[in-house]
């Protein structure tokens, strides 16, 4: 018969014992969360689920995506920077989410030092059209036009310190010319104005303007990266059109808790590279309007240079401007 005490204490060792293999378990154990911090059916959405789902082959688990919106991305950031570092809640947001938001919000969190950088996934540069009301054939003639014109051509954007709203900004100061701003609600009501001639300009993504002007219905000077996109190789680059270094890219990332060990880290980094790396998937994105990256881009060590650039670019530009959101 088994002593009481000595009982207790095999007992508690095989508890123990047979812990061991649940503790050591390697990641992921278990699905992984994407938190989407805008509704679903936009363009950060489809990203998320595009690349999430590839990544379920290399990582051996669901990869689920949550929408998280509300405060200009701030409300889904927020909750994976209050997440455990376990690699298994992680941030997809872009240029709007991980860089400008610090600048025109008071936020709870740093964009930097709460966050590990895992991977950045595709470049989203905009396209300067017009209404084919605007009497110009390209950027050199727009350029000329809006300096004869000084605050009568106007520029429609989709948001306060949006994308839309920052390139017009530092439109009118690289050129020197005078604009009307005209907010709007959204790309749909903009698009709509636009097509009628009752504004003039606009920075569009690639997604939403192509179709109008592939049909014919709008004027299209300029790519805001340094080469052409893929799909439009007719539209030529703002070097290419007499703005050179005039680049704006919605880009997109994938962030983890900064607690997140390395080699959890590099794991969902892989997959990321993995995904990108699939011809269905380099073929949506494409078809996007999004440019990939190169392969020594991909790291998260670039990606963490690369954040941290575009806020030393941005911020004071942002600041300057006198854009904040309360």
């Known amino acids: 018969m088994i002593h009481p005490r000595l009982l207790a204490v095999l007992t508690a060792a095989a508890t123990l014992l047979g812990a061991v293999p649940a503790l050591s378990q390697p990641f992921p154990a278990r699905p992984v969360t994407i938190v989407v911090p805008y509704p679903a059916g936009g363009p950060t959405d489809i ?9 379920r082959a290399s990582l051996g688990q669901t990869v689920i995506i949550e929408n998280v919106g509300g405060a200009g991305g701030n409300l889904g950031v927020g909750r994976v920077a209050r997440s455990p570092g376990d690699g298994y809640t992680l941030s997809i947001g872009h240029w709007g989410s ?3 938001n610090g600048a025109i919000y008071t936020l709870p969190y740093d964009l930097l030092a709460d966050f590990a950088p895992v991977a950045l996934i595709s470049d989203g540069p905009q396209l300067i059209v017009a209404s084919k009301a605007v009497p110009a054939k390209n950027l050199a ?28 900004i530092l439109f009118a100061k690289s050129t020197g010319t005078d604009i009307q701003v005209v907010p709007y609600r959204g790309a749909a009501p903009r698009m709509q104005d ?18 109008q002007v592939h049909g014919g219905n709008l004027l299209a000077y300029a790519v805001t990266s340094k080469q052409r996109l893929a799909v439009a190789p007719e539209i030529p680059s703002v070097d290419e059109a007499g703005l050179p270094g005039f680049y704006i890219s919605v880009w997109h990332g ?7 060990p ?7 980094n892989a997959a990321v590279v993995d995904a990108l ?26 990606l963490g240079a690369y954040q941290k650039a575009e806020i030393e670019k941005w911020w004071p530009i942002i600041k300057a401007a006198g854009i904040k959101v309360d």
């Open 47 to 55: 990203i998320a689920r595009l690349v999430g789902e590839r990544m």
């Open 98 to 100: 991980h860089v400008v």
């Open 141 to 168: 003639e727009l350029i000329a036009w809006l300096k004869a014109n000084p605050g009568k051509a106007s520029l429609g954007t989709t948001g306060v310190g949006g994308a839309s709203h920052l390139a017009g």
């Open 194 to 211: 636009m097509l009628a001639g009752l504004i003039h300009l606009a920075f569009d993504q690639a997604a939403s303007a192509l179709p």
């Open 254 to 260: 994938l962030w983890a808790p900064k607690s997140t």
């Open 262 to 268: 390395k080699e959890v880290v590099a794991k969902l």
């Open 277 to 302: 790396s699939d011809k269905t998937v380099r073929e949506r994105l494409a078809e996007l309007g999004q440019e990939l990256p190169a392969r020594e881009q991909l790291t998260p060590e670039a």
